[in-house]
């Protein structure tokens, strides 16, 4: 049974437009969401994050949304650019220390010029 | 720093050989875990350690066996490998579990 669920396996979005990557949740003890990048061989790297108490959280060009009760949250990359092209993770945690994080099974997103 | 690093890159074994991998962080994290990336799967946590002399199951742990000897470094073992063990195997550490894990560069283990 999927915890995190990312539907979308892949993604092609023009250069200069927003992506959008979206991610959903079952279990209603997640209090804590982040978003992992992936290049080809290379392991993941931390890209953004979210706790249960925001809606929203910005960083320069990537924006996440929070939506509690529909138990979505969702990556925006605006503007895109080619270098975004990767796959990306989203994950969820308890905010216990021992808690594990559970990770989706990513989108690729291709960013077309 | 060099972060997380793992050893070996590549490795091809055949059904039934044993081998170790290790994985190595310079942060000072408590946390340390084993994921394996599969296509279509993403990644599957197989272990993890909240602390020195410490380890736990995560969601695909059978076939493989972990020691947590010293706070830097995180082993991982397939005792009699097999060929569903083909994967990309990364280690991750934190210094707590909802904050972002610091990635290696991954170990491709190919199983004949």
């Known amino acids: 049974d999927q915890q995190v669920k990312q539907n979308s396996p892949s993604l092609s979005v023009q250069e200069g437009r927003i992506s959008i990557l979206n991610c959903d949740y079952t279990n209603s003890m997640f209090d804590y969401f982040l978003w992992y990048k992936k290049y080809p061989a290379e392991g993941p790297t931390f890209l953004i994050s979210i706790s249960s108490i925001k809606d929203k959280n910005e960083d320069g060009r990537f924006t996440v949304f929070l939506n509690k009760s529909a138990k979505h949250l969702s990556l925006h990359i605006v503007p895109s650019q080619p270098g975004d092209s990767a796959v990306y993770f989203c994950?969820?945690?308890?905010?216990?220390?021992?808690?594990?994080?559970?990770f989706g099974k990513g989108t690729r997103l291709h960013i077309l010029p | 720093n060099a972060g997380v690093t793992q050893t070996p890159k590549f490795r091809v074994l055949k059904t039934g050989q044993s081998m170790t991998l290790l994985c190595a962080q310079d942060m000072n994290h408590e946390y340390m875990y084993w994921y394996r990336q599969d296509p279509g799967m993403g990644l599957r946590l197989i272990h993890y350690s909240v602390g020195e002399g410490t380890t736990a199951k995560g969601e695909v742990p059978d076939g493989y066996n972990v020691s947590r000897l010293k706070k830097q470094n995180f082993l991982l073992g397939l005792e009699s490998a097999a060929p569903s063990q083909t994967s990309v195997y990364f280690c991750?550490?934190?210094?707590?579990?909802?904050?972002?894990?610091?990635f290696g560069p991954g170990t491709r283990l190919t199983v004949l």
């Open positions: 994950a969820a945690s308890g905010m216990n220390r021992d808690d594990k994080i559970i």
């Open positions: 991750a550490s934190t210094d707590a579990s909802y904050n972002e894990q610091f």
